[in-house]
């Protein structure tokens, strides 16, 4: 089934529906509005779908960060956010909890990824994480970034694009909220599912896209077939 | 508005404009979305020959840190005129005039920005003008607008905006620079479309009372059409309709 | 800090009184503070006044050099306006250049005595081409209890009345005097919780989101208008504001600005 998505700019009128007004919209005198420049989404909720804006983390979200400062009993955090974030010593797990200032840096060092859960989002903006994973450097893989609005579609509906990714690239995609997206498998293949996200961050408001991408992905498996 | 009148300019020859324009006619506008690649949103607009660049970088790290706001993001606004941009060359750095205009510029927009979304941040505006004709507030202020949206900034609203002026004893909309030069008065306005309200005033000149309210109805007249014409070029951007899966 | 936290609760106290349709010590809606204008207070200045609305002080000088006129009217004066927001006025201003307050004071002022074409700049000539008087009309802002534009205007007005064109100084010859052709005043309101405010003191300035500023003649027409502040104002509102201001124009000129 095809649908038909609306564009809208901030202000424009979408609904009476101000009980089911959602992200991205707001209620004025019981109509509701879009609040972004955007794709309007009506299931249960009316939602406008920002197409461009920086990522602010929500509580609940997976996020892949990069450690950037050693202040105990803190690491402090880069999560493609213009809010830092960071992650206590006693949200590692594995008795990271008794290290000291000294030896917080072999457990993660500056310039290490991890990936974390957001626990807690406060009022002026702290942001707590819990570490999920940490990928040292040298432990293979590649990390891609994409503006975080274009994350859905990567993913697609009911997961059907990535799913295509993993099969038709043969690698390992685990892609986070913030847009970043850890890849691992061989070389070629790594390099082959990198250049399909970027181009599908860039193309993602156009029709037909999953079609073109398999057709894209199918002709390079070609290739290597006729080798 | 020239102090010493040494020559009369006629402004209005057989009930038109030197440009040929009608009273009531604004100059054509040409808007043009996500110009820049660095900036996180971005817009080049044209108003007759004006020629303007406006960039958001945002929301991002409020700088000095003391100016902070602890609930919500600072707005701020910097117009600026290129030196090659007009006749006599504009020697490069902030003059009275674009301080003043920054500042009317920036509680244009403040209105419809929600800045509860971003506590701590800066949501910063960046406006060049490249050639100028007069109106130039107004044409930075209609492209600030289209730059915050692609910028995904949350607002309530577009702002839109434009100049009526008096003119041979006429009150006509969108002076250029010559009739801006030899008018009588200018009076810039911003307006938010949807709900007829104004968010930027200023009146250069002399009026009556009458010719004000004539003029304030005719700018925001015209800001309702710009605002479409605004809405156009956004919407037009992502054109091709983005179809659902499966 | 704790400064920050006085004020917060003042504008909360300002707009309760505000909703129940009181202003601090009784005044209405519509009435001034208690305005005093003295003229002549600064010897050495060619022209000077100074301004009290409630506790807000701004002090005028005029200042008269000779200069070379601008390339495209060779023939007229030249008018400089500046004010100084001076850190003495209010624990809110600091040294140091003009910021974008004290460059919209100025301008606002300046654009007032231009568009009325009050001064007639070709009486400032001197030698055309060459030479021409130029007026610096400086503003030395004193105490800042809000409001600071109309103290302003009526202080560059009252001390542009009484100009003494300095020829000896430069051993010319010539009139004395500057007759003033208009006398253009400004009127500031703000809109808060819905009310239509004359005169805004300090927390009241605090509290509204819009400001209009509405300088008219003795005709009643308009030479200049400009709105401040992060709010929006509907057109039926702006409409109020000029009558108001041109009415209040009307008594503050019969008043406080007397023909000598």
């Excluded at chain 1, 892949?64 to 590692?92: K, Q």
């Excluded at chain 2, 979304?117 to 492209?143: C, F, H, W």
């Excluded at chain 3, 106290?13 to 003229?39: A, D, K, P, S, W």
Aim: charged fraction near 30%; hydrophobic fraction near 40%; aromatic fraction near 6%.
């Amino acid at each position: 089934m095809r649908r038909m998505y609306k564009v809208v700019v901030p202000g424009d009128f979408i609904s009476d529906k101000e009980n089911r007004a959602g992200e991205g919209t707001y209620v004025e005198e019981g109509k509701v509005y879009a609040l972004c420049y955007g794709i309007v989404e009506e299931r249960e909720e009316i939602k406008v779908v920002a197409l461009s804006g920086k990522y602010v983390p929500s509580k609940g979200d997976v996020v892949i960060g990069r450690i950037v400062e050693i202040s105990y009993p803190y690491w402090i955090v880069d999560i493609a956010s213009p809010y830092e974030a960071r992650l206590h010593i006693s949200e590692c797990g594995g008795g990271a909890e008794k290290l000291d200032f000294g030896s917080m840096s072999r457990f993660l060092d500056v310039e290490d990824f991890i990936v974390a859960k957001v626990i807690q989002v406060n009022v002026l903006m702290r942001i707590d994480l819990a570490l999920k994973e940490e990928f040292k450097r040298g432990s293979g893989g590649r990390l891609v970034e994409i503006p975080h609005t274009k994350v859905p579609r990567v993913i697609g509906r009911n997961g059907s694009m990535i799913k295509m990714l993993k099969e038709k690239c043969n690698c390992f995609i685990f892609i986070a909220k913030n847009g970043r997206i850890l890849i691992r498998g061989r070389e070629a293949d790594m390099n082959l599912a990198s250049m399909v996200i970027l181009k599908i961050a860039d193309e993602a408001h156009t029709s037909g896209l999953t079609d073109r991408v398999a057709n894209f992905l199918d002709s390079f498996s070609r290739d290597d077939e006729e080798k | 508005m020239n102090e010493g009148k040494g020559e009369e300019v006629e402004l209005i020859k057989d009930g038109k404009r030197l440009d040929g324009r009608g009273f009531e006619e604004f100059r054509p506008l040409k808007i043009e979305v996500g110009v820049l690649k660095r900036a996180d949103g971005s817009c080049y607009l044209e108003l007759g020959d004006n020629k303007v660049i406006a960039a958001v970088y945002g929301p991002r790290e409020m700088h000095p840190r003391h100016a902070q706001d602890a609930k919500m993001a600072v707005v701020k606004y910097r117009y600026n005129m290129a030196p090659f941009s007009v006749d006599d060359r504009k020697r490069p750095g902030p003059d009275r005039r674009s301080v003043e205009i920054s500042k009317v510029s920036r509680e244009a927009l403040d209105p419809v920005i929600i800045k509860e979304y971003y506590p701590k941040m800066a949501i910063e505006v960046y406006v060049e003008m490249l050639q100028s004709d007069a109106g130039t507030r107004t044409a930075g202020i209609n492209a600030a607008s289209v730059a915050l949206a692609d910028a995904g900034i949350p607002m309530t609203d577009l702002v839109s905006s434009i100049a009526v002026g008096k003119i041979g004893g006429e009150v006509v909309l969108d002076l250029n620079a010559v009739e801006d030069n030899y008018g009588e008065a200018d009076m810039p306005i911003a307006m938010i479309a949807r709900t007829n309200t104004i968010t930027a005033l200023q009146m250069d000149g002399r009026m009556t009372k009458d010719e004000f309210e004539r003029g304030l109805k005719l700018a925001m007249g015209a800001c309702q059409q710009i605002y479409a014409l605004q809405r156009a070029a956004l919407i037009e951007r992502y054109s091709k309709s983005k179809e659902g899966e499966e | 800090m704790g400064l920050e936290i006085i004020g917060d609760l003042r504008k909360d106290y300002t707009c309760n009184l505000i909703r129940n349709g009181q202003r601090v010590e009784g005044r209405g809606f519509r009435e001034y503070r208690e305005i005093r204008v003295e003229r002549d207070v600064i010897k050495r200045a060619e022209g000077s006044a100074r301004v009290k609305i409630g506790d807000t002080e701004v002090l005028v000088g005029i200042k008269l050099d000779t200069g070379e006129p601008f390339a495209d009217s060779p023939d007229t004066g030249v008018i400089i306006t500046n004010a100084e927001l001076v850190p003495l006025a209010s624990p809110e201003f600091e040294s140091g250049p003009p910021n974008e307050d004290s460059v919209q004071l100025a301008r606002v002022v300046d654009r007032g005595i231009r568009g009325s074409e009050a001064i007639d700049l070709e009486k400032l000539c001197i030698e055309e081409g060459e030479k021409v008087w130029i007026v610096f009309i400086d503003i030395h802002v004193l105490d800042d209890d809000g409001n600071l534009v109309d103290a302003a205007a009526l202080g560059a007005i009252a001390s542009l009345m009484n100009i003494r064109i300095p020829n000896e100084r430069y051993g010319l010859t010539g009139d004395d005097t500057l007759p003033m052709r208009e006398t253009p005043v400004a009127v500031t309101m703000v809109e808060v919780e819905g009310k239509i405010l004359v005169d805004p003191n300090f927390y009241e300035e605090s509290a509204a989101t819009s400001r209009l500023t509405v300088i008219s003649n003795a005709d009643g027409s308009l030479s200049g208008m400009q709105k401040s502040g992060c709010g929006g104002l509907k057109e039926a509102e702006i409409a109020e504001m000029v009558e108001i201001g041109i009415e209040k124009a009307g008594e503050l000129r019969e008043t406080y600005l007397p023909p000598l």
